[in-house]
């Protein structure tokens, strides 16, 4: 049961690339949330998910795209990278109330 | 979204019991209290939630008061691994609401020999 992991661990991108980050969970969760972190900065929700094929606006979302085609998966996109959006991205699933955190991934935008 | 004001850090020593305070002036009804912890480079763990009174697990204690603007989260006789950052939450507790959380700033923990 490995819970919540994220793809890549780390990435450096140039200004104007895209990726896609990929969070996995296996705990059959209905619920999935993307969230970035900046130093010294609590959480930011950018998307969530409540099902799959469903996705909602969290309070940062300008800049991201995220699907949600897999209940297991939550794909979370930047078509164009800016130094702005330098930071520790988190995904994190949950059944409830209790969210499950996966060990993030640390993107750097050049 | 209830607003959430903790304090920015706190210093403790090894076997004392660590109290942080949570003001939530503006705790709607069917907002729960929620705590995490986060250690640095890693996603944050939850540690409790409680609606109104006294909640206790096997590592912490979450006091609530009757009038529910403030919440207390007690850790017990803490130990160096409890040295973390510690996030207040107040969100609506219903599923309906896509359980989602918005962290503050946090409290910086640290425990001394």
């Known amino acids: 049961n490995a819970g919540v992991t994220q793809t890549p661990k780390f990435r450096v991108l140039k200004t104007g690339q895209s990726m896609t980050l990929l969070c996995a969970q296996d705990?059959?969760?209905?619920?999935m949330y993307w969230y970035r972190q900046d130093p010294g900065m609590g959480l930011r929700l950018i998307h969530y998910s409540v099902g799959e094929g469903t996705t909602a606006k969290g309070e940062v979302p300008d800049g991201y795209n995220v699907s949600r085609l897999k209940k297991q998966n939550f794909l979370l996109g930047l078509e164009s990278a800016a130094p702005s959006q330098t930071s520790v991205y988190f995904c994190?699933?949950?059944?409830?109330?209790?969210?499950?955190f996966g060990p993030g991934t640390r993107l750097t935008v050049t | 979204l209830a607003k959430t004001t903790q304090p920015i850090s706190m210093d403790s020593y090894e076997g004392q019991e660590v109290n942080i305070t949570c003001s939530h002036n503006n705790i709607a009804t069917n907002d729960y209290i929620t705590w995490y912890q986060q250690f640095p480079s890693q996603g944050p763990r939850f540690i409790i939630q409680g609606y109104k009174t006294k909640v206790t697990n096997e590592v912490a204690s979450l006091f609530i008061p009757a009038d529910r603007k403030s919440s207390t989260l007690s850790l017990p006789r803490v130990s160096l691994s409890d040295t973390a950052v510690y996030y207040c939450l107040v969100g609506d507790g219903r599923a309906a609401a896509g359980n989602k959380l918005t962290f503050g700033g946090g409290t910086r923990v640290l425990v001394k020999p």
């Open positions: 705990m059959n969760h209905e619920y």
């Open positions: 994190a699933s949950s059944r409830d109330y209790e969210q499950y």
